[in-house]
Every structure is written in structure tokens, then in C-alpha cells.
């Protein structure tokens, strides 16, 4: 009797698998949305359209290539989009499915960033997905100070310069602003835009000719710069006192002066120098592992993800911006939709440059970035003459690559092993 009881139930029990099995939810693995109500609002809002069941589950680092790696050496596995950084992706690019033929359904994505996205193949290895980067703003009060014929959202280095000269001459005093403070991302400014406009490089062309340029004019830029600037963190604070007309920052640091003066500043890309608009992106994409169970399903989540509406939500769900040309909606933060034009003009720009976080260096990050503080404080602060502290500078630098064994990352092209300071 108790076999005959328990065959229907194990009969039942296997029904009900087989059946949520033919029902299963696309797994989308990510590191990206951890906290929990980013999480909660990619389940409920992001993802809500999506026609089909999607499991969203965010990870940190380690778990999420743990579990991929072992389903690519395992040869099967359950995860169907990831979503990762663009370092995420760096070592994996044997194990990502080509999505070079996949139907976009009419988004287009900056091709910087998509370039970005083959993470050094012939292959799309991953779509871009969702970006957050520093921009420019200024005060309105400003712009009538911009050199004649001047297109704020397509400035160049020397018309930076030239009104950062006039601001200093005409209103009483020097009205540039940068985060050179202790606590300032001043860093992310010479390795991200300045070094990639004037040499398409962050490491390799570190001592070059081109690289003197640069120093050259940011050298002429800081004559013309609050020299309070060396204690500021946050710029969003001499913008609201009036200390500074003009600034750079990060998008957050930034974003108190856009909110509680709405219609005092405008936001604008970062300047252009001779090899093109620098710009330093934190680009998240979309890949599908080539032991996804569901390369359709998968597919389809990708598109549905880079539409205009899921761009708008995962924005107000994570405070990423979108990778495609979008209108935002009116309810959104004055500093979301100042932003958020202003990185779509930069990323969107023909001369756009995206120059990468760091990668590769572990517990050396903070030694490479002090590379260009420590270059900085010498040239700029202290007046030393430029070929010598950047050859001097050089040295520690190639160390740190050399012991880091960290390849080139974008601009820089790739390189098989240390990334090379020449």
C-alpha cells in the first residue's frame, strides 16, 4: 500500500518539475544593481515588460564568474545574459557568444562603446548596456564669456582655456574649477580626458611628445583656475557659492548644484584635444555565455534591455545612464536630465574617445593613480620642468605595470602581457 500511495506522488513531483523546467525564467547573472532596492526595482520596474519570466539576481564579483566559470568547463549551464563591467568581461572573451548579428530592434549604440564591446576580437562579445562618467558645468552667467563661435557641447582644449582666461580677466578674479583636493577625483580628469585627447593613451604614451602638449595646456588651463581648487572634493559646493563659474566632475559630485539650482547651470561634454573627445566611461554591457540554455530568450532580454522605455527605467532603477540617445521624462531629477544630455552629446559625439577605468592592477590601483597626482603636484603646483618629472614618473609607472602584469586597456591598444610605458 505505501508504494502504491508514494508512486503518484513521485509521478506528481516529477510533473510539476517537468513542467516548471518548461517554464523557466531567463536567467539574467549580473554584478550590477547589488543593493537591494536596485535589485528590487530591476524585478519589478526594469523588467516587467519583458515578454517572458525573468530571474534577476545580482552578485558580487567572485560568485558571479565562479558559477560562470564552472558551467563553461562544465560545457552546460543555466544562465542566459550576463551583466557585467567591462573589466567583468576582460578575461572571458573565449567563453561569450558573437552578438554581432543581433537585432537591436533600432537602438544604435555609440560605436565607441560598442567597439569597447569586443573587448579586443573580431566578435560583438557584449552590448553595451548602461554607463556612468564625469562631465562638465558651468553657470549661465558664464556664457557670455565663451570665445566667439564657440559650441559649448563641442568645445576644444584651447577654447576651454580661452574662457577660462576671460572668466579671470572680466569678472574679478579666476573662475575655473577642478577636484585637485586629497579627496578630489582629479586623477580620473589626466587619465581619462586629458591624456586620451592629446596622446589616445592612459599608459603607453605616458612620456611621449604628445603627452608634454597636454601638460602643457593644462598648465595654461590652472593659471586661470580658483587656486582653491586644491582643497576641493566635491564641485557641486564652489558652484552653488558662486567660487567657481565652471567645473569638472564626476555626474554624483556634481549633481547637489544641478538639483538645487536648476536653472542656473547648464551640464556639457568634456573637452576635445587634438586625438579626440576623451572621455572616461564606467560602461556596464549584456553578453549571453555560449552554454546559455535559451540563445532566443536570451536575445530577445538583450534587445528588450536596450529600448528606449527599459533605458529610462534602468536609469531610474540604478542611476546608470542610458548608452543610447534618449528623451528623458520630465519627472526625472533636474540633474539626471541635465546629466544625462550632456553624457549623450559626449558619448554620442563623432570624435568620442572612451578611455577605461584601470584594469588589471589589483591592490596597485591606488599606486598607478598616485602616477599622475604625484605628475601633477610637480609639474603644475611646483613648476618642475615636464620631460623630467615625466620620465621620472615613467619609471614608477612601468613598475607598477610590470608587477601588476596588467595588459593595456582601451584607449591604449591591447598588449600581450604589461601593458608598456615607451
Known amino acids: 500500500m505505501f508504494s502504491r500511495r508514494i508512486a503518484p506522488l513521485v509521478m506528481g513531483v516529477a510533473t510539476v518539475l517537468a513542467a516548471s523546467v518548461a517554464q523557466a525564467d531567463v536567467l539574467f547573472w549580473s554584478t550590477q544593481a547589488k543593493p537591494?532596492?536596485?535589485?528590487?526595482?530591476?524585478?519589478?520596474?526594469v523588467l516587467k515588460g519583458f515578454d517572458g519570466k525573468v530571474d534577476y539576481q545580482a552578485n558580487d564579483g567572485g560568485p558571479w564568474l565562479t558559477r560562470l566559470q564552472a558551467e563553461l568547463k562544465a560545457g552546460k549551464g543555466s544562465i542566459d545574459v550576463l551583466g557585467g563591467l567591462h573589466g567583468d568581461f576582460s578575461t572571458l572573451p573565449e567563453g561569450l557568444t558573437d552578438l554581432s548579428a543581433l537585432d537591436l530592434g533600432g537602438a544604435k549604440v555609440n560605436p565607441g562603446f560598442m567597439a569597447l564591446g569586443k573587448l579586443g576580437t573580431g566578435e560583438q562579445k557584449y552590448i553595451p548596456w548602461m554607463q556612468a562618467t564625469y562631465i562638465m558645468v558651468a553657470n549661465k552667467k558664464a556664457l557670455p564669456y565663451l570665445p566667439a563661435g564657440a559650441d559649448i557641447n563641442a568645445l576644444t582644449y584651447d577654447q576651454l582655456i580661452a574662457w577660462a582666461k576671460t572668466l579671470d580677466e572680466k569678472t574679478?578674479?579666476?573662475?575655473?574649477?577642478?577636484?585637485?583636493?586629497?579627496?578630489?577625483?582629479?586623477?580620473?580628469?589626466?587619465?581619462?580626458?586629458?591624456?586620451?585627447?592629446?596622446t589616445h593613451s592612459m599608459v603607453t604614451k605616458f612620456e611621449s611628445p604628445e603627452a608634454v602638449t597636454a601638460w602643457t595646456k593644462l598648465k595654461e588651463l590652472w593659471t586661470y583656475t580658483n587656486p582653491a581648487s586644491t582643497n576641493y572634493a566635491f564641485m557641486q559646493e564652489p558652484l552653488l557659492t558662486g567660487a567657481v563659474w565652471v567645473a569638472f566632475d564626476h555626474t554624483a559630485r556634481l549633481a547637489d548644484a544641478l538639483n538645487k539650482k536648476p536653472d542656473d547651470f547648464v551640464a556639457f561634454p568634456a573637452p576635445a584635444g587634438p586625438d579626440g573627445r576623451?572621455?572616461?566611461?564606467?560602461?556596464?554591457?549584456?553578453?549571453?555565455?555560449?552554454?546559455?540554455?535559451?540563445?532566443?530568450?536570451?536575445?530577445?532580454?538583450?534587445?528588450?534591455?536596450?529600448?528606449?522605455?527599459?533605458?529610462?527605467?534602468?536609469?531610474?532603477?540604478?542611476?546608470f545612464f542610458p548608452v543610447i540617445d534618449v528623451t528623458l521624462p520630465a519627472d526625472m531629477p533636474a540633474s539626471v536630465r541635465a546629466s544625462g544630455a550632456a553624457i549623450a552629446k559626449m558619448s554620442g559625439a563623432k570624435d568620442a574617445l572612451p578611455?577605461?577605468?584601470?584594469?588589471?592592477?589589483?591592490?596597485?590601483?591606488?599606486?598607478?593613480?598616485?602616477?599622475?597626482?604625484?605628475s601633477f603636484?610637480?609639474?603644475?603646483?611646483?613648476?618642475?620642468?615636464?620631460?623630467?618629472?615625466?620620465?621620472?614618473?615613467?619609471?614608477?609607472?612601468?613598475?607598477?605595470?610590470?608587477?601588476?602584469?596588467?595588459p593595456c586597456w582601451a584607449p591604449d591598444a591591447p598588449s600581450k602581457g604589461a601593458c608598456p610605458v615607451e
Open 377 to 406: 603636484q610637480r609639474i603644475v603646483l611646483n613648476g618642475q620642468p615636464i620631460k623630467q618629472v615625466l620620465s621620472d614618473e615613467a619609471n614608477t609607472l612601468r613598475a607598477i605595470m610590470k608587477k601588476a602584469d596588467a
Open 355 to 374: 578611455a577605461l577605468l584601470p584594469m588589471g592592477l589589483g591592490q596597485l590601483g591606488g599606486q598607478f593613480n598616485q602616477v599622475y597626482i604625484d
Open 172 to 198: 574679478g578674479g579666476p573662475k575655473m574649477g577642478l577636484p585637485a583636493g586629497p579627496k578630489g577625483l582629479l586623477h580620473r580628469f589626466l587619465q581619462g580626458y586629458l591624456y586620451p585627447s592629446f
Open 36 to 45: 537591494i532596492e536596485e535589485t528590487q526595482a530591476m524585478r519589478t520596474n
Open 278 to 319: 576623451g572621455f572616461m566611461p564606467v560602461i556596464a554591457g549584456l553578453a549571453i555565455p555560449k552554454t546559455a540554455p535559451d540563445m532566443a530568450k536570451a536575445k530577445a532580454l538583450i534587445k528588450y534591455m536596450l529600448q528606449p522605455s527599459t533605458q529610462v527605467a534602468t536609469l531610474k532603477a540604478t542611476n
